[in-house]
Structure formats: structure tokens, C-alpha cells
């Protein structure tokens, strides 16, 4: 017979936004009756794998087990989610057992698609395509790049929104041509961004520096431009543009695939149009179910879907959940902050900070760090701080610069 479990609140989600909100929540009720459904063994700092592509990074520092970050005091379903029934407030797990909540937080994060685009999943690793989006290829992507020779050709694509972290295809970009204009070959190799988008970052007031390095690394832009088929052992990939479908050997391809709702929350009553949870933006609530909250890249709220966003939406979360568990309504808010440090060079990034609409949203004076111009102070930040304050502060509930705040007129 399936078990049936119990708990106060339910996390689906061992991510980082699952694991802040459980700290988040026993900051503020240390004995709350919590669980968190998380299948994964260990659980990984994503934003690094970036670095570890530039070689600046060495890709064991980017992860940990998933008993080292789980907050103690939690009770760890170690399965995965299959289905919600919020109407009986349940959630199905793998093994046919359902766990009964008072509140639930969906936080599984977003699904990479890679069978999306044509003959990708068969070549990926080897005859030089490669993707940052993945634990085990970020070595790859660093491998390739240190081998590129003058007269060859390297491509870098990004799908269609909604993707997490917009800003990576293009990090990776920057970071593989910073290094061959410190080999001297940066001349004699061809670079090509195929972004889907028609714009290069959706944020206006970054696109100045950004297209300042476009020019600097002569790297072809070609908006527009999706990615649909990839022919690892011909060295070809295929791209759908206004004018029909073009063809482009390389010899080095960095792929962002496409990326969508997990199944599970797509396919379940709590899915907006998109597949992912139908939250309210603000209140971070679901606009059916009172008692669901939702947070980080499985979440509808039209923010970029970065960890830093999910750094700000967890406490908001953690109180709202408590105002709901107490017959009480939200009262905090989140504004829809994400950061996006974009690596530019070996040493300095554009540090983009922006809410809702694209407004700017910086954490530091103007005097003290420009985002909109890249420095070296925000290469500190990026390489040194924020892995710090990811595994010591966000995932253990202190909300250094992400205390939640009131409510927001709508």
C-alpha cells in the first residue's frame, strides 16, 4: 500500500530556491514542520559552471552533497515529485506514495530541452560540441576553447526565452574570446553569436558595453537566428532566420538549449499557459491556490530567472507562507530584482541589475560600481563574494541584501 506523508509545509525542490525558502522559513520558525522532495544526490552552484568553462572555475568547487546544504531540522523525501493535487492539498511522488501539506512551495526548477533542436543530444561532448548548462560539459567547453587553432571557427547560439540566466550564452562567448585575444589568434578566428532574440541583452542600458566587446572580439551577430539541427561528426549546425534556413560549419559550437516547464507541473493544475506555476508576481502566491507558493525558474513571474532572483524570493515566500499558515494575508512583496554579472573579460564584468519592466536595480552606489560599465570590482564580486554568500548565506537563511519587503502597489 502507498504511504501517505504529512507535513505543515512542502517544498518540491532541493535548488537553490527550495533551499533558501526552507532556511528562510525555520529563521522565523525554527520548529516549523517542513519537507523538501528532492531526488539529487548533490546539488550545484550553477552560476560557476560559466567559470569553469573560462577555466577560472574547477568544476568540483561548484558543487556539494545534497546532505551538506539540506537545512537540519527538515525532514528529506529523497523522490521525486510526479503529480500535485492541490484541490486534496497532495503531492504524488515516484513511488505512488502522496505527501498532505497546509502549504506548498513549488520550486523544481526549469527543464533543459535538449531534444529540441535536431541531432543535439548525440553529439554533445565530443566532436567539439559543447554547453556551460551542464555539469559534465563546462570541462568540455574549456578544453575546446584552449584548443581552437587560427582559421577555425567557433559558434555560440541562444534559444528563445525563457531561458536561465539570459546572460550566459553570451558569458561563455566573451570568456572563449578574451583568451584568444590573449593568445594572439583572436584575428584569425571566426565567432559567431546566433542569438533567436532580436536584441542582444534585453535590458537597453547594458547593450553599449556589451556591443563595445561584439566589436572589440569581432564577433558576428546574427539576431534572429535559432539553432534547429546539429551534425556533430559534419561539423554543421542548422539555424531557422528570417531568410530560411542557413547552414554554418564550425569547429567549436557552444549550445544553449531550449528550456521549458518540468512535465510534472506542466501537465498539473497548477500550470499557467507557459507550464510553469501561475504566480502572482508580487506576493509570489498562486492566483488559484491560497495556500501554493512558488519561487525561482519554474515560477511565471516574468523576471529574469537567475539565482539572484531567487536569492530575493525566498524570504518574501517564507513570510508570506507564515501569514498564510496564521489565516493572515501576504504582506511582503518582491519587485522582480535578478542579477546577471556578465563576464566580459578575464577580470571585468557588466554587472546587470534590473526589476521588473528592465528597470535598473543596482545594490551599490554609482561611485562604487557602475553596472552598466565593466569593472574589475564586479569580476571580485562574481569570482569571490557570491559563491561565498552562496553557500554560507543564502542557502543557510541570512538574508544579507534580500530582506523582503512590503507589498507593492499593483
Known sequence: MPTTHSHTVVIVGGGAGGIATASSLLKRQPRLDIAVI???????????????????????????????????????????????????????????????????????????????????????????????????????????????????????TQPPMPIKCAGAPQKAMYLSSDYWTRKGIIDEIEIEFHNAGGVLFGVADYVPALMSYVEKYGIHLNLGSTLKAVDGPGREAVFATEDGEVTRAFDMIHVVPPQVAPKFLADSPLAAESGFTDLDQHTLQHVRYPNVFGLGDGGSTPNAKTAAAARKQAPVVAVNVLQQLAGKGPKAGYDGYGSCPLTVERGKIVLAEFGYGGKLMPSFPEWLIDGTKPARLSWMLKADALPWIYWNGMLKGREWLAGPGGLIAQ
Request: glycine share 10%; charged share 20%.
Open 38 to 156: 528532492e531526488p539529487a544526490d548533490t546539488h550545484a552552484y550553477q552560476p560557476g559552471w560559466t567559470m569553469v568553462g573560462g577555466g577560472i572555475f574547477e568544476p568540483e568547487d561548484t558543487v556539494r552533497s545534497m546532505s551538506r546544504v539540506m537545512p537540519s531540522g527538515v525532514t528529506w523525501l529523497k523522490t521525486a515529485a510526479m503529480a500535485f493535487n492541490p484541490d486534496n492539498n497532495e503531492v504524488t511522488l515516484e513511488d505512488g506514495s502522496t505527501v498532505r501539506y497546509e502549504a506548498l512551495v513549488v520550486a523544481p526548477g526549469i527543464r533543459l530541452a535538449w531534444e529540441k533542436i535536431e541531432g543535439l543530444e548525440a553529439t554533445l561532448g565530443k566532436n567539439g560540441v559543447t554547453s556551460n548548462y551542464r555539469y559534465d560539459l563546462a570541462p568540455y567547453t574549456w578544453q575546446l576553447v584552449q584548443g581552437m587553432k587560427p582559421d577555425s571557427r567557433a559558434l555560440f
